[in-house]
């Protein structure tokens, strides 16, 4: 698997260095899918999924728009 690192990493399986954020680097299925998990890296290629990380999930249906007062 292709992936390009965000953030300065070392990985054992490809250098004995630390990597700079941006290098473009092959690892096994295992690691590259390791690495995007956990936001050090993003696949590279026509199968990279454009996820945002940040995003927050939908509000709950069941939720209370607006709290009730007692009188």
Same mark, same amino acid.
């Given at each position: 698997?292709?992936?390009?690192?965000?953030?300065?990493?070392?990985?054992?399986?490809?250098?004995?260095?630390?990597?700079?954020?941006?290098?473009?680097?092959?690892?096994?299925?295992?690691? @590259?899918?390791?690495?995007?998990?956990?936001?050090?890296?993003?696949?590279?290629?026509?199968?990279?999924?454009?996820?945002?990380?940040?995003?927050?999930?939908?509000?709950?249906?069941?939720?209370?728009? @607006?709290?009730?007062?007692?009188?």
């Amino acid at each position: 698997m292709k992936i390009k690192l965000t953030d300065q990493l070392h990985v054992s399986e490809v250098s004995s260095d630390t990597l700079p954020a941006g290098t473009e680097i092959t690892v096994s299925d295992a690691t @590259g899918n390791s690495l995007v998990d956990r936001g050090l890296a993003t696949k590279v290629g026509a199968k990279a999924a454009a996820t945002p990380r940040n995003k927050a999930a939908p509000a709950s249906r069941n939720k209370i728009v @607006g709290a009730r007062r007692s009188k």
